[in-house]
Protein backbone atom coordinates (compact mmCIF):
# COMPACT_ATOMS: atom_id res chain seq x y z
CA UNK A 1 0.00 0.00 0.00
CA UNK A 2 0.64 3.62 -0.50
CA UNK A 3 1.59 5.88 2.19
CA UNK A 4 -1.43 7.56 2.64
CA UNK A 5 -3.72 5.34 3.03
CA UNK A 6 -1.60 2.45 4.85
CA UNK A 7 -2.77 2.93 8.07
CA UNK A 8 -6.84 2.91 7.18
CA UNK A 9 -9.23 0.65 9.20
CA UNK A 10 -12.02 -0.85 7.97
CA UNK A 11 -14.89 -3.04 9.14
CA UNK A 12 -14.19 -5.03 12.29
CA UNK A 13 -10.57 -3.49 12.65
CA UNK A 14 -12.01 -0.26 14.03
CA UNK A 15 -11.09 -0.75 17.74
CA UNK A 16 -13.22 2.05 18.55
CA UNK A 17 -16.67 1.62 21.23
CA UNK A 18 -18.50 4.67 19.20
CA UNK A 19 -17.65 6.35 15.87
CA UNK A 20 -19.51 9.51 14.41
CA UNK A 21 -20.74 7.71 10.91
CA UNK A 22 -21.60 9.28 8.05
CA UNK A 23 -23.27 7.78 5.37
CA UNK A 24 -22.50 6.62 1.36
CA UNK A 25 -23.65 10.18 0.26
CA UNK A 26 -21.97 12.40 2.62
CA UNK A 27 -24.04 13.06 5.15
CA UNK A 28 -24.02 12.87 8.85
CA UNK A 29 -25.99 10.33 10.82
CA UNK A 30 -24.14 11.21 14.37
CA UNK A 31 -22.39 9.49 17.38
CA UNK A 32 -23.86 5.75 17.19
CA UNK A 33 -21.74 2.33 18.97
CA UNK A 34 -19.27 0.41 16.48
CA UNK A 35 -21.75 -2.94 16.26
CA UNK A 36 -24.96 -0.72 14.74
CA UNK A 37 -22.68 1.00 12.65
CA UNK A 38 -21.23 -1.98 10.70
CA UNK A 39 -24.17 -3.56 10.80
CA UNK A 40 -25.64 -0.17 8.35
CA UNK A 41 -22.58 -0.67 6.19
CA UNK A 42 -23.50 -4.38 5.74
CA UNK A 43 -26.97 -3.51 5.16
CA UNK A 44 -25.93 -1.05 2.31
CA UNK A 45 -23.46 -3.73 0.59
CA UNK A 46 -20.23 -1.12 1.61
CA UNK A 47 -17.47 -1.20 3.73
CA UNK A 48 -16.86 1.29 7.52
CA UNK A 49 -13.90 3.54 6.90
CA UNK A 50 -12.24 5.07 9.54
CA UNK A 51 -11.31 8.41 7.56
CA UNK A 52 -10.42 10.68 10.95
CA UNK A 53 -9.42 8.07 13.77
CA UNK A 54 -7.61 10.75 15.82
CA UNK A 55 -10.79 12.22 16.28
CA UNK A 56 -13.38 11.91 19.36
CA UNK A 57 -15.16 9.75 18.81
CA UNK A 58 -13.47 8.90 15.42
CA UNK A 59 -15.21 9.56 12.29
CA UNK A 60 -16.40 6.44 9.88
CA UNK A 61 -17.98 6.70 6.49
CA UNK A 62 -19.92 3.97 4.37
CA UNK A 63 -17.66 3.24 1.10
CA UNK A 64 -16.42 1.19 -1.39
CA UNK A 65 -13.50 0.33 0.18
CA UNK A 66 -11.76 -1.16 -2.81
CA UNK A 67 -13.06 2.02 -5.18
CA UNK A 68 -11.36 4.48 -2.27
CA UNK A 69 -7.71 2.86 -2.77
CA UNK A 70 -8.24 2.77 -6.30
CA UNK A 71 -8.92 6.59 -6.26
CA UNK A 72 -5.78 7.21 -3.61
CA UNK A 73 -3.56 5.15 -5.95
CA UNK A 74 -4.94 7.16 -9.59
CA UNK A 75 -4.45 10.96 -7.39
CA UNK A 76 -1.02 9.62 -6.67
CA UNK A 77 -0.14 8.62 -9.89
CA UNK A 78 -1.20 11.48 -11.50
CA UNK A 79 0.67 14.06 -8.77
CA UNK A 80 3.80 12.21 -10.12
CA UNK A 81 2.74 12.64 -13.55
CA UNK A 82 2.41 16.60 -12.94
CA UNK A 83 5.61 16.47 -11.02
CA UNK A 84 8.01 17.95 -13.31
CA UNK A 85 11.12 15.80 -13.69
CA UNK A 86 14.21 17.14 -14.95
CA UNK A 87 17.83 16.50 -14.91
CA UNK A 88 21.15 18.90 -15.49
CA UNK A 89 23.09 18.00 -18.51
CA UNK A 90 26.82 19.11 -18.93
CA UNK A 91 28.22 20.53 -22.29
CA UNK A 92 32.14 20.93 -22.01
CA UNK A 93 34.15 23.28 -24.32
CA UNK A 94 37.52 24.83 -24.73
CA UNK A 95 38.41 28.33 -26.34
CA UNK A 96 40.21 26.19 -29.08
CA UNK A 97 36.73 23.99 -29.70
CA UNK A 98 36.72 24.21 -33.81
CA UNK A 99 33.46 25.49 -35.72
CA UNK A 100 32.60 21.62 -36.60
CA UNK A 101 32.78 20.47 -33.41
CA UNK A 102 31.08 23.11 -31.33
CA UNK A 103 27.90 22.69 -34.27
CA UNK A 104 28.05 19.03 -32.82
CA UNK A 105 27.82 20.00 -29.10
CA UNK A 106 24.97 22.61 -30.49
CA UNK A 107 22.99 19.38 -31.40
CA UNK A 108 23.83 17.59 -28.28
CA UNK A 109 22.36 20.50 -26.66
CA UNK A 110 19.12 20.75 -28.37
CA UNK A 111 18.54 17.39 -28.10
CA UNK A 112 18.56 17.50 -24.08
CA UNK A 113 16.50 20.29 -24.22
CA UNK A 114 13.73 18.78 -26.31
CA UNK A 115 14.21 16.02 -23.74
CA UNK A 116 12.98 18.56 -21.02
CA UNK A 117 16.61 18.78 -19.33
CA UNK A 118 18.80 21.68 -18.47
CA UNK A 119 21.91 22.51 -19.71
CA UNK A 120 25.13 23.66 -18.43
CA UNK A 121 27.48 24.84 -20.83
CA UNK A 122 30.98 24.88 -19.61
CA UNK A 123 34.10 26.32 -20.94
CA UNK A 124 37.14 25.35 -18.96
CA UNK A 125 40.28 27.15 -20.00
CA UNK A 126 43.83 26.21 -19.12
CA UNK A 127 47.03 27.78 -18.49
CA UNK A 128 47.91 30.77 -20.44
CA UNK A 129 44.07 30.52 -22.17
CA UNK A 130 42.46 32.60 -19.46
CA UNK A 131 43.47 35.13 -21.49
CA UNK A 132 41.65 34.43 -23.97
CA UNK A 133 38.23 34.77 -21.70
CA UNK A 134 36.62 36.84 -25.00
CA UNK A 135 36.47 33.80 -26.96
CA UNK A 136 34.95 31.65 -24.00
CA UNK A 137 32.38 34.16 -23.75
CA UNK A 138 31.93 34.35 -27.77
CA UNK A 139 31.36 30.88 -27.87
CA UNK A 140 28.57 31.26 -25.33
CA UNK A 141 26.88 33.82 -27.22
CA UNK A 142 26.99 31.39 -29.90
CA UNK A 143 25.18 28.81 -28.40
CA UNK A 144 22.76 31.27 -26.87
CA UNK A 145 22.13 32.51 -30.75
CA UNK A 146 21.73 28.89 -31.87
CA UNK A 147 19.19 27.41 -29.05
CA UNK A 148 17.45 30.99 -29.09
CA UNK A 149 14.01 29.41 -30.17
CA UNK A 150 13.72 27.02 -27.73
CA UNK A 151 16.03 27.58 -25.05
CA UNK A 152 16.22 30.28 -22.44
CA UNK A 153 18.99 31.42 -20.85
CA UNK A 154 18.23 31.02 -16.84
CA UNK A 155 22.00 31.79 -15.69
CA UNK A 156 23.85 34.21 -17.86
CA UNK A 157 27.83 33.12 -18.52
CA UNK A 158 29.90 33.52 -15.16
CA UNK A 159 33.31 32.83 -13.94
CA UNK A 160 34.01 30.41 -11.31
CA UNK A 161 37.72 29.86 -11.14
CA UNK A 162 39.30 28.73 -14.33
CA UNK A 163 35.66 28.22 -15.92
CA UNK A 164 33.31 30.26 -17.45
CA UNK A 165 29.67 28.65 -16.74
CA UNK A 166 25.95 29.40 -18.46
CA UNK A 167 22.48 27.18 -17.79
CA UNK A 168 19.93 26.97 -20.66
CA UNK A 169 16.73 25.83 -19.57
CA UNK A 170 13.89 24.57 -22.64
CA UNK A 171 11.22 27.22 -22.99
CA UNK A 172 8.11 26.11 -21.40
CA UNK A 173 5.06 25.82 -23.59
CA UNK A 174 2.42 28.02 -21.82
Known amino acids: MTGINKRVNINKKIRAKEVRLIDQNGNQVGVI ?7 VAEASGLDLVEVSPNASPPVCKI ?9 QTKKLQEAKKKASSFSVKEIK ?3 KT ?4 LDTKIGH ?3 FLAN ?3 VK ?13 DRGREMLK ?8 FAVVEQFPKFEGRTMIMVLAPKSEK
Do not use: C, W
Open 93 to 95: VRP
Open 33 to 39: PIHQALS
Open 109 to 111: IKR
Open 63 to 71: MDYGKFKYQ
Open 142 to 149: RVQDATAE
Open 121 to 133: VTVMFRGREIAFS
Open 98 to 101: GDHD
Open 116 to 118: NDK
